[in-house]
């Protein structure tokens, strides 16, 4: 499967932004998938999972009633919706896919990513 991530920018502290991922290839609706993000000098941090119905998800701590998953098979689609934005949410975030059973939140456990979107918080 080949993912696209696309809806990064600019956005002041308390803003909003959505993230779009498009997949193609392989049938979409039977991957899992997942959003992460990589801030400068860090490691790729897992941010949210989805699970292949859209039926359940599970996220971060750090973005835990802020941030929204969702899917659109229909539309081989997965989403981030991200509100009350703050300046350590700054990243690359990447969408990712794996075809387990598991729900998973290590990066390792995805060997499907797309190119990443750049999001930037101003305070």
């Known amino acids: 499967v080949q993912l696209q991530a696309s809806g990064g920018g600019l956005v002041q502290a308390g803003g909003s932004l959505r993230l779009s991922c498009a997949a193609s290839?392989?049938?979409?609706?039977?991957?899992?998938m997942g959003w992460f993000r990589q801030a400068p000098g860090k490691e790729r941090e897992f941010v949210a999972t989805?699970?292949?119905?859209?039926?359940?998800?599970y996220y971060s701590d750090s973005v835990k009633g802020r941030f929204t998953i969702s899917r659109d098979n229909a539309e081989s689609t997965v989403y981030l919706q991200m509100n009350s934005l703050k300046p350590e949410d700054t990243a690359v975030y990447y969408c990712?896919?794996?075809?387990?059973?598991?729900?998973?939140?290590?990066?390792?456990?995805?060997?499907?990513w797309g190119q990443g979107t750049l999001v930037t918080v101003s305070s």
């Open positions: 990712a896919a794996h075809g387990s059973s598991w729900f998973s939140v290590s990066p390792a456990d995805y060997p499907y």
């Open positions: 290839g392989r049938t979409f609706s039977s991957y899992r």
């Open positions: 989805i699970s292949v119905t859209g039926g359940r998800t």
